[in-house]
């Protein structure tokens, strides 16, 4: 015969050497990437643990930028206060950045070839001392008061919260809530439950009664646990604040 007849078996071999030869290429190379990736990590794991007195700014090239994700530092104070959040250094967050986050961050820095500094969140309170879930969003400074957004985690607040948290916002919002609050209160009470007659005196007795008792109850929550109004607090670093 003018042609050798073909062993399927050789030809296995011969495909599995030559898999074997790419594979250790290829192996080495995915070895280079992680090595690199870690190095990358552990890096920006750095500057997210570091926090600065002076404000940090990024250099971004702008062309690159996407607008929908630039806000200026008053935008995210009036969303803070309105929802009772909190906007820190990276350096007070007690729960856990995604992985999410880093791979962001470093392509973030690819394209517009820079280190990024100066990370802040924005979150509830209780994110900055607990594990939680609660809608974290983290920025980089860019300067003049302008943060850009690399990523938001986790669930969404709950749709009442800014409803819930409106009396927080000023002396004058908590008085009209524990008017209202006293008023409807006063009303639950059953008409004679203290005379066999009511009267228009002897509501307004149970309401100044349940209006001292409410106004004790909050002062108390308010003086004794350290809370203080929502504008004081937004950018506040201090537990008791």
């Known amino acids: 015969m003018l042609f050798k007849k073909t062993n399927l078996l050789d030809k296995l071999h011969l495909e599995k050497d030559r898999h074997l030869r790419n594979g250790d290429n290829v ?3 995915v070895k280079n990437i992680f090595a690199e990736l870690d190095k990358n990590y552990s890096r920006i794991d750095k500057n997210l643990a570091e ?10 090239n702008f062309d690159k930028l996407d607008t929908e994700r630039i806000f200026h530092i008053d935008q995210i104070k009036k969303v803070c206060i309105d929802y009772r959040l ?4 990276t350096k007070y967050f007690k729960s856990e950045i995604p992985v999410e986050a880093f791979s962001k961050i470093g392509k973030l820095e690819k394209e517009h070839n820079t280190e990024l500094k100066g990370f802040k969140i924005i979150a509830p309170s209780k994110l900055f001392k607990l594990e939680d879930k609660d809608d974290p969003i983290l920025f980089a400074p860019m300067g003049n008061g302008y943060y850009y957004l ?6 969404d607040l709950h749709p009442l919260r800014k409803l819930m948290m409106w009396p927080f916002k000023n002396v004058g919002n908590l008085i009209f809530v524990i008017v209202l609050l006293s008023y409807l209160t006063t009303l639950l009470i059953p008409n004679g439950l203290f ?3 009511s009267s ?16 004790a109850v909050t002062i ?3 003086f004794a646990l350290g809370k203080n109004f929502s504008p004081a607090i937004w950018n506040s670093k201090y537990y008791n604040a």
């Open 150 to 155: 690399i990523h938001k985690w986790g669930k």
């Open 51 to 60: 926090s600065s007195e002076k404000p940090r700014v990024n250099i971004f």
């Open 195 to 197: 005379s066999k007659s």
């Open 27 to 29: 192996l080495e190379e």
């Open 200 to 215: 228009i005196a002897q509501f307004g007795i149970l309401f100044f009664f349940i209006f001292k008792s409410i106004v």
């Open 220 to 222: 108390f929550y308010g």
């Open 86 to 89: 909190r906007f820190l250094d």
